[in-house]
Each structure stands twice: as C-alpha cells, then as structure tokens.
C-alpha cells in the first residue's frame, strides 16, 4: 500500500458519526470552505452539478435548524450545519451551461466523440428529465424504453423518480466528500436524515422542487460522541465475485 492509500485508509477509518461537539473548542471554519470546493469535485451525473449547499452559521439559524432536525444532540452542538440539497429542477439551465462550455472547448470541425456529447445533451438530457404534470413525457419514456430493449442492452429509466434518485445518488456522493475532507481537517461530522424538510425548506427559502438530501454536522469531536462501536456485516457476505 503506497503512502496515498494509507492516509486514505486511516481517514476512512477514523471517520465515525459524532453526536456530540466541543463547541467552545476552537473551530477553523475555512475547513469547511475547503472541504465545500472538494466536494463538488466528486462525481455527479452528466456533470449537471443540481446540488447546493448552505452553511449554516449563526447562532440563532442553528438553533433553529437543530430544533427541525428534531433536537439530535450532533444538530444542536456542532459549530456549523451543512444542508446538503438537490437542484432537479436546475436541470435545464445546467445542461445548457455545460453544453456552452462543451463547444467553446472542443476542436474545430469538431470529432465525432464531440458530436456524440453535444447530442448527449441536446436530446438525451431532455427525455430523461422533462416531465409534465399529465405524464406524457413518463409515457413516451416508456414506450421508448420498452421499444429499445427489445433490441438490446437498454438503460430502463421512465418515470419521473428516476431523475430524482439520479439527483440524490450525485448529491450523496459530493455529501460524502464532504465528510472525508473534514476528517482530513481533524474535524467529525455526523450526516442526518431525521429533520422536518418542509419546515427547513422553509427555513432556508428553497422553492417547491428543491429537495433536501441530508443535513451535515461539523466540529471538533466531543469525548463521548461516538455512541457504539462500529459494526458491519463480513465483507464475504456483501462483497461477491462474478
């Protein structure tokens, strides 16, 4: 193991959801800043990037947030809040932007490879998550899907729940990079899944579309703040060959 792969090795390892954070230990908040610009370097679907996030920081707003987030001990002592949220409904003004910046940096007549992204994006992006309140466009995936994988190998994505776990499988992945990169930092985190999203999109002044991935907890770790010792199945009952 090459010294890259150790120091990955122990931050993993050493990465445990604390629930309780020395909050008046010192807290070096461009840690977060970092740690945010490494996130959304972490892989996300067609490079849309529909994810957000907002740091919570003062005092009054985290109370708040840790009151929404049903008063877990980790939401009320953690010197700073991550809600982690998708951006579905960004979809189109995203693809567009990347699409922009896809043609001013291909070549000139451009290859085929770069013809091939350009349709990705001018056609297939849009069939995969347009949607209308009538469910024509769920339909027409569908019948489409059905039509192609009577042909072969066919990617079976219809309705409107496909784009939205997209959305949430890409926002996971940068949540957890997040994360990765505090541990990096010398600080614990804690992701949350119990909190009251319609009252913290509220809270946060996000529109109806948006949804709410998770919330982050960060800080220095409180003695005491792992609550069990890890535990996971055996890698052989998880872990298959093919």
Known sequence: MNQAADIFDKIVNTRRAVRKYQEDAPFDADAVARSLARA????????????????????????????????????????????????????????????????????????????????????????????????????????????????????????????????????ALAAQTFMLSMQAEGYATCPMEGFDEKRLKRLLKLPRKAEINMVIATGPEEEGGVYSDRFRFPLEEVVKEV
Not at 68 to 95: F, P, Y
Not at 132 to 156: A, H, N
């Open 40 to 171: 959304v370097l972490a892989p996300n679907s067609s490079n849309l990037q529909t994810w957000e996030f907002y740091r919570i920081r003062s005092a009054a707003t985290k109370a708040e947030v840790a009151r929404l987030c049903m008063n877990q001990s980790a939401a009320r002592t953690a010197h700073e809040l991550i809600a982690v949220v998708c951006r579905g409904d960004k979809w189109k003004a995203n693809s567009q932007r990347v699409l922009a910046h896809m043609r001013t940096s291909f070549s000139d007549p451009l290859t085929k490879r770069d013809q091939r992204a350009i349709e990705y994006y001018k056609r297939n992006i849009p069939l995969l998550y347009m949607n209308d309140p009538f469910g024509f466009m769920t339909l027409l995936r569908t019948l489409i899907v059905q039509f192609k994988s009577w042909q072969g190998p066919m990617v079976r994505w219809s309705s409107s729940a496909n784009s939205r776990i997209i959305t949430h499988k890409s926002a």
